[in-house]
């Protein structure tokens, strides 16, 4: 039996912890791993973010379908906190726009109305009521992040737009483990290629960089 790597709470209160999902003994539903696989591109989108006091992204779903993908990073043109450091203003970095922001320009208009927003980490305020604006009806946001402006007021802005907001903690190492095994089925990339990927789980240092 194989317990999913994701535990969420789908609530308007984020004091709540999250409850574990129950384990199952049948392959992932469609619509499940539909969301796995859009979490996980969305989780890879981050790493181009260019801010290393989070390194984000957010993904716009609607229709089954993932419509647009943005990540944290600068206006065009004008240099990274990667490049030239942090824009500090209230213990904030205000040099990037953020992933939310990023993903609504990406993405048409009308496949946002009634969509569905998947965030790494917890969304600021102002975007939220940007996401709200335009009109999506769920946001599912994986992990925390403390610094997040405005954070205390994400549940009653929810609760008054009638969007779902769902928190998620993932353990990423049985998340990926869990995509790659499947793509060891029969006509699987990694079938096809004769190995399986292993993922292994390691602490990293306090100091660790690349």
Same mark, same amino acid.
């Given at each position: 039996?194989?317990?999913? !790597?994701?535990?969420? #709470? *789908?609530?308007?209160?984020?004091? @709540? ?18 969301? &796995?696989?859009? /979490? !996980? ?9 260019? $801010?290393?006091?989070? =390194?984000?992204? +957010? ?5 089954? =379908? %993932? *419509? ?12 990274? +906190?990667?490049?030239?450091?942090? %824009?500090?203003?209230?213990?904030? $970095?205000?040099?990037? =726009? ?11 208009? @009308? ?12 969304? +600021?305020?102002? $975007?939220? &009521? ?11 946001? #994986? ?7 405005? @954070? ?6 929810? @609760? ?18 869990? /995509? ?12 096809? !290629?004769?190995?399986? %990927? ?13």
């Amino acid at each position: 039996m194989q317990e999913s !790597a994701i535990s969420s #709470v *789908r609530s308007f209160d984020m004091k @709540k912890s999250a409850s574990k999902l129950k384990k199952q003994s049948m392959p992932p539903s469609r619509d499940d791993l539909r969301f &796995k696989v859009f /979490l !996980a591109s969305v989780a890879l989108h981050s790493t181009l973010g260019t $801010c290393d006091r989070l =390194r984000t992204a +957010c993904g716009i779903v609607n229709n089954k =379908r %993932l *419509r647009g993908i943005g990540y944290n990073g600068s206006v065009s043109g004008l240099p990274h +906190c990667d490049e030239e450091g942090h %824009l500090m203003a209230d213990n904030h $970095c205000i040099r990037t =726009r953020h992933g939310e922001v990023n993903a609504i320009t990406n993405t048409d208009r @009308k496949d946002i109305r009634d969509g569905q927003a998947i965030v790494i980490a917890t969304p +600021c305020l102002d $975007c939220a &009521k940007d996401l709200a604006e335009e009109g999506i009806r769920r946001i599912d946001y #994986v992990g925390r992040y403390e610094n997040s402006l405005g @954070k205390q007021h994400l549940a009653e802005l929810a @609760k008054q737009k009638g969007i779902e907001l769902v928190n998620h903690e993932v353990d990423w190492a049985d998340f990926f483990q869990e /995509l790659f095994d499947l793509l060891t089925q029969k006509g699987g990339m990694l079938k096809n !290629a004769g190995y399986r %990927l292993k993922v292994t789980k390691e602490s990293l240092p306090d100091n660790y960089s690349l």
